[in-house]
T-cell receptor, first 113, second 112 residues
Framework: KAGVTQTPRYLIKTRGQQVTLSCSPI?????VSWYQQTPGQGLQFLFE???????NKGNFPGRFSGRQFSNSRSEMNVSTLELGDSALYLC????????????FGQGTRLTVV | TQLLEQSPQFLSIQEGENLTVYCNSS?????LQWYRQEPGEGPVLLVT?????EVKKLKRLTFQFGDARKDSSLHITAAQTGDTGLYLC????????????FGTGTLLAVQP
């Protein structure tokens, strides 16, 4: 059974650009969450999707957005990149709609220069 | 606001020693998960505890959920170099969500 696939693994962008990250959850999983991990703040919740609907959003500016497709694949987008957006972005895949175990992908390492 | 505090933040021990990592909160969690993360990789789920007072064992690792479901501990017996990594606790506040609140993390280094 394939795990959670995140692409790309590494990304270097310039300030002001925008970026799109992709996550394919475990087959059959309908829930996807995104987290940002930085040395100073640890893992911070970005947003959560279930059956193409965003159910929760963390305390991040509107430059951070996401969506989920009918096949449960999810994308997150960050516009007008800032240096502080440099982080490891992690996608978690869950089988159930609530309070279920999270399985993480390897993450996308975004560096903004 | 950080809801889950882990201690210690850093731990460097010799192979064969025992250690305990703590995860504390003032909030009640419906469940709590422990993860281990290696550099450049995503967190890997170790265990989920659900019931207050629950104890789960995974080989040399023992996990306990506090009676009030506000805290948890991870005890490693006879640590090995392969146990090196970042240990994270993560709690679910319940309700119709899979959102997790992550702890501050404990970086463990086991020296040979």
């Amino acid at each position: 059974k394939a795990g959670v696939t995140q692409t790309p693994r590494y990304l270097i962008k310039t300030r002001g650009q925008q970026v799109t990250l992709s996550c394919s959850p475990i087959s059959g999983h309908r829930s996807v969450s995104w987290y940002q991990q930085t040395p100073g703040q640890g893992l911070q919740f970005l947003f959560e999707y279930f059956s193409e609907t965003q159910r929760n959003k963390g305390n991040f500016p509107g430059r951070f957005s996401g969506r989920q497709f009918s096949n449960s694949r999810s994308e997150m987008n960050v516009s007008t990149l800032e240096l502080g957006d440099s982080a490891l972005y992690l996608c978690a895949s869950m089988a159930g709609s609530a309070n279920t175990e999270a399985f993480f992908g390897q993450g996308t390492r975004l560096t903004v220069v | 606001t950080q809801l889950l505090e882990q201690s210690p933040q850093f731990l460097s021990i010799q192979e064969g020693e025992n250690l305990t990592v703590y995860c504390n909160s003032s909030s009640v969690f419906s469940s709590l998960q422990w993860y281990r993360q290696e550099p450049g990789e995503g967190p890997v789920l170790l265990v989920t505890v659900v019931t207050g007072g629950e104890v789960k064992k995974l080989k040399r690792l023992t996990f306990q959920f506090g009676d009030a479901r506000k805290d948890s501990s991870l005890h490693i017996t006879a640590a090995q170099t392969g146990d090196t990594g970042l240990y994270l606790c993560a709690g679910s506040l319940g309700g119709a969500t899979n959102k997790l609140i992550f702890g501050t993390g404990t970086l463990l280094a086991v020296q040979p």
